[in-house]
């Protein structure tokens, strides 16, 4: 990403030197500032996950014993009270895992948009300087 910052920050460069429209460098600045937040972003949400990954690998370490405190007390458990059921409880884990996964695949999804805009960057470049 970093380079692509600099490929843009160069691209911006020339384009003054070579006397383009002040809307061009205009547009160039605009997606040098849109790069630099779309990093941002990105680093945010990378560590938001990281933190949810690392509170979902407690919850698996910790589901077992939890569903076997609860299956030794259903039956001692007088008549009207409820607790989730063993299964119950895995099932919940289960999803909040697939939860997890779906956002790790966003930020996958993320991480290829913002390849796409450098790639952009670079093809607007040659196309600017028939390089």
Same mark, same amino acid.
């Given at each position: ?19 383009? &429209? *002040?809307?061009?460098? @205009?547009?160039?600045?605009? /997606?040098?500032?849109? %790069?630099? !937040?779309? +990093? ?22 910790? &589901? *077992?014993?939890?569903? @076997?405190?609860?299956?030794? /007390?259903?039956?001692? %458990?007088? !008549?009207? +009270? ?40 670079? +093809? ?8």
């Amino acid at each position: 990403m970093e380079e692509a910052i600099a490929t843009v920050g160069a691209f911006m460069e020339e384009m003054r030197s070579v006397g383009l &429209s *002040a809307r061009d460098v @205009a547009l160039a600045e605009t /997606m040098a500032r849109r %790069l630099e !937040a779309a +990093q941002k972003a990105l680093k945010t949400v990378e560590k938001t996950v990281a933190e949810a990954q690392t509170s979902m690998d407690e919850v698996g370490r910790n &589901s *077992a014993q939890l569903c @076997a405190v609860v299956g030794r /007390m259903l039956p001692q %458990l007088p !008549a009207g +009270q409820w607790l989730p059921q063993p299964h119950e409880l895995r099932l919940e884990i289960a999803d909040m895992h697939r939860k997890q996964a779906g956002v790790a695949e966003g930020i996958q999804d993320m991480r290829e948009a913002l390849a796409q805009m450098e790639a952009l960057s670079v +093809q607007a470049r040659s196309m600017t300087f028939g390089q």
